[in-house]
């Protein structure tokens, strides 16, 4: 599931990203509007959230005639379209129900808020649960500025192993091993503490599982993150998409509920996300 969201604020969009990142849901941003329907387009969005906490609704109104109008080719044919309010303007959502707004997101809504709305309101939509799917970035370990070295000791043995990170997702890390170790000291299965790697100059300590093991290649799902650590991992993997969209590698797909189909909202009682 792609989400987009348009948003001039900082701390709104790494809101949205430590909230939705982490449970599969990939985040793509804008803060200035002309690149609204090619991004949409390119990036197979479903969900557009609109920030008008600065109650810029003349800003996107029309942007919202466009998509109702169907005037803009290419777009998908269901779109959610949301709005993030700091007050509550009845005329402005009034107005915006009209224009196919369905859902309204408060500004002090939590990241444990918004990760559970988007993906009820997708389904209120779509009548069936989000596709949510770990993105992995890869990283070209030959240039000295994406060589991410982590280390972590044998579970088996206590020996400390070294390596570097060939690509990393939400779920865990793929790690090509360096140094001398004993083969033995890594085994698939294998529970690993206190993991530690460093991205744009935080600190990382986690717990993993080796997940795939073969001479110098090793593959680990993340059994435990803290939430400083989980938001670190998220902010690197936006920016690394956001800067270099070719790193991107297929993602790896989560299972999903399959509730019952649930009815589209009622205009005259839109949802909002509290």
């Not at 500025?145 to 000791?153: D, T």
């Not at 043995?157 to 004993?182: H, M, P, R, Y």
């Not at 969209?245 to 589209?264: G, I, N, Q, R, Y």
Request: hydrophobic share 40%; net charge neutral; with cysteine.
């Amino acid at each position: 599931m792609n989400i987009l969201l348009y948003t001039p604020s900082i701390y709104v969009r790494k809101t949205f990203i430590n909230a939705l990142i982490p449970i599969g849901i990939s985040v793509f941003h804008l803060d200035h509007l002309a690149m609204l329907f090619d991004t949409i387009r390119k990036n197979q969005i479903e969900v557009v959230i609109f920030d008008v906490i600065q109650e810029n609704y003349s800003d996107i109104f029309p942007e919202l005639i466009k998509i109702k109008q169907g005037t803009e080719p290419g777009l998908p044919e269901k779109i959610a379209l949301l709005m993030l309010i700091g007050s509550v303007d009845k005329t402005q959502i009034s107005r915006a129900l009209q224009l196919g707004v369905i859902g309204f997101i408060k500004s002090n809504a939590s990241e444990e808020t918004i990760s559970k709305y988007i993906p009820e309101i997708y389904q209120k939509i779509k009548g069936i649960p989000p596709a949510r799917k770990f993105v992995r970035v890869s990283l070209n370990t030959l240039m000295e500025s994406e060589r991410i070295g982590v280390k972590f000791r044998s579970a088996v043995n206590l020996q400390l192993i070294l390596g570097v990170i060939k690509d990393i997702s939400a779920g865990g890390i793929a790690v090509e091993l360096v140094g001398t170790f004993d083969p033995a000291a890594i085994e698939n299965g294998m529970e690993v503490k206190n993991m530690q790697f460093m991205l744009d100059q935080k600190d990382v300590l986690v717990n993993a599982q080796v997940v795939a093991y073969q001479k110098r290649f090793c593959a680990f799902r993340f059994t435990h993150l803290s939430q400083q650590d989980r938001e670190a991992i998220s902010q690197f993997i936006f920016e690394k998409i956001s800067r270099t969209p070719e790193a991107v590698e297929k993602p790896v797909e989560l299972p999903t509920p399959t509730p019952s189909p649930a009815p589209a909202p009622s205009p005259e009682t839109p949802p909002t996300g509290e």
